[in-house]
């Protein structure tokens, strides 16, 4: 099984600023990478698949980089609706596995 | 627009069986695969395993083969995640799932989860 690990666990920014996510794979999975953010008591809603393709609906500040075993979500300007967790989940070998999860707060 | 919409929070006891379910509109609920993601209170996401309601083909995650059955009704658009004999660990939330892919795939749409509470 991909073990995939995510830092920080905990990231404090303020808003406006640009916030940095990483999503390691313990072994490569290629562009198989996908990007949840789930606020509090709400369903996770995909963002970003395949690396760096933005899902429907997205805004432009959210950006995905990576292949392999190195990955980054990128959040140009956090608005306030952004300050919740993020999630990445591998696609590349089987069983899907997610990183245990970046909280971003304020 | 697609929707999947689950069924109500449960209440249980350990050793009882539940059936919960998720019911798909808004596209062809027979060319997408529907998937389960559990997310225990305070913890992560894991997927558990999907069905395609075209054949009732499963996959399942090593973690959650044999624990639970995964089945769906084509012909009403819903899919099921049931037990046959809950304990309390199994108290989370589940997410129904869309698949989007086949071979290479991620969850493009969510339910609003079912809360599942085992206790005595």
């Known amino acids: 099984e991909i073990v995939m690990t995510q830092s920080p666990a905990t990231l404090s920014v303020s808003p406006g600023e640009r916030a940095t996510l990483s999503c390691r794979a313990s072994q490569s999975v290629s562009s198989n990478l996908a990007w949840y953010q789930q606020k509090p008591g709400q369903a996770p809603r995909l963002l970003i698949y395949?690396?760096?393709t933005r899902a429907t609906g997205v805004p432009a500040r959210f950006s995905g980089s990576g292949s392999g075993t190195e990955f980054t979500l990128t959040i140009s300007s956090l608005q306030s609706e952004d300050f919740t967790l993020y999630y990445c989940?591998?696609?590349?070998?089987?069983?899907?596995?997610f990183g245990g999860g970046t909280k971003v707060e304020i | 627009e697609v929707q999947l919409v689950q069924s109500g929070a449960e209440v249980k006891k350990p050793g009882e069986s539940l059936k919960i379910s998720c019911k798909g509109s808004g596209y062809t609920f027979t060319s997408h695969w529907i998937g389960w993601v559990r997310q225990m209170p305070g913890k992560g996401l894991e997927w558990m395993g999907i069905?395609?309601?075209?054949?009732?083909?499963?996959r399942y995650s090593p973690s959650f083969q044999g624990q639970v059955t995964i089945s769906a009704d084509k012909s009403i658009s819903t899919a099921y995640l049931q037990w046959n004999i809950l304990k309390a660990p199994d108290t989370a939330m589940y997410y129904c799932?869309?698949?989007?892919?086949?071979?290479?795939?991620?969850?493009?749409?969510w339910g609003q989860g079912t809360l599942v509470t085992v206790s005595s």
């Open positions: 395949g690396s760096s």
């Open positions: 989940q591998q696609y590349n070998t089987w069983p899907l596995t």
């Open positions: 799932v869309r698949v989007y892919g086949s071979a290479l795939i991620w969850f493009d749409y």
């Open positions: 069905i395609y309601p075209g054949d009732s083909g499963t």
